[in-house]
C-alpha cells in the first residue's frame, strides 16, 4: 500500500480503522517535534486547541466529541515511535482494559521505566494524561475530563470514577514516550504564562477537591490504602 503505515490488529483489521489521536496544540516551536511523530503513525488526528496556556481539560474533550473510532490516543508534548498506538491498542485488548498509557518519565513510579516492577503491562489505580490510549465508548461514559480542573488532577478523577464503575487501567513497559524536549520550553513567553495559570488554578482547584472529597483528597485520589 505504498509507504503507508499498516499495523494490522488481527484478520482484516488495521490500526487507522480503529483509532483516531487527539492531540494538545502547543505554541512552542519545539512541538514540531510532535508534529513529526503525529504525522508518522498516518492515523487521523482531531486537534485540541487552548490557545497555548488555557483549560487542558476542556480543550481535550471539545476535540473527542469529533472522534468517531472505537479508540482514542490522546497525546501532549511528547515524541514516540510511530507504532507505539499499535502496541498500545495490541495490548489493551489483550488485557482487556479501558485504558493503557506507554511508561514515561513520569513523576508517579507506577509510570516510571526502571523500577523492579516495570515489566509488560500493569495493572494501576490511575493513569496520566500524558499519552493515554483510551476506549471511546468508556470516556464518554465517564463524560470526559472534568472541566474544573484546567491543567491537573483530572486524570485522576476520571481515574477514580473508572475505577468505581469497575474498569481496569494499566501502565504499558513495553512501550514508551519520551519528554525530550520540553526542558528548553520555559525560555518561551507562552510557556511562562501557561506555568503561571497553572499556578493560580492549583490554588482554586485544591480548594475544589478538599470540598468534593475532604481533607484526605490525595488519599482518595491516588487510591492509597
Not at 490516543?73 to 488485557?95: E, I, S
Not at 488532577?153 to 520540553?182: F, N, P
Request: hydrophobic share 35%; aromatic share 12%; glycine share 6%.
Amino acid at each position: 500500500m505504498g509507504d503507508r503505515l499498516e499495523y494490522r490488529m488481527g484478520g482484516a483489521e488495521m490500526i487507522h480503522d480503529l483509532v483516531t489521536i487527539v492531540a494538545l496544540k502547543y505554541k512552542e516551536p519545539d512541538y514540531e517535534h510532535t508534529v513529526r511523530c503525529i504525522d508518522a503513525t498516518e492515523l487521523r488526528v482531531e486537534w485540541a486547541d487552548r490557545a497555548g496556556w488555557g483549560n487542558f481539560s476542556k480543550a481535550m474533550n471539545d476535540a473527542f466529541e469529533r472522534v468517531k473510532t472505537e479508540y482514542t490516543w490522546f497525546v501532549t508534548d511528547v515524541v514516540f515511535d510511530p507504532d507505539v498506538p499499535a502496541r498500545l491498542l495490541r495490548n489493551l485488548r489483550f488485557h482487556n482494559l479501558v485504558a493503557i498509557h506507554p511508561q514515561h518519565g513520569s513523576d508517579h513510579l507506577s509510570h516510571q521505566p526502571g523500577h523492579p516492577w516495570s515489566v509488560g503491562v500493569q495493572p494501576v489505580p490511575f493513569i496520566e494524561w500524558t499519552a493515554p490510549l483510551v476506549q471511546s465508548a468508556w470516556h464518554r461514559r465517564m463524560d470526559g475530563l472534568d472541566v474544573n480542573h484546567w491543567y491537573w488532577y483530572q486524570d485522576l478523577i476520571w481515574s477514580k470514577k473508572t475505577r468505581e464503575a469497575g474498569g481496569v487501567m494499566g501502565v504499558d513497559h513495553t512501550t514508551s514516550v519520551h519528554h525530550v524536549y520540553r526542558r528548553n520550553s520555559i525560555q518561551y513567553p507562552i510557556t511562562r504564562k501557561r506555568y503561571a495559570t497553572r499556578r493560580k488554578r492549583d490554588v482554586i482547584e485544591r480548594k475544589l477537591l478538599r470540598e468534593r472529597y475532604g481533607k484526605n483528597w490525595r488519599d482518595i485520589l491516588w487510591a492509597r490504602a
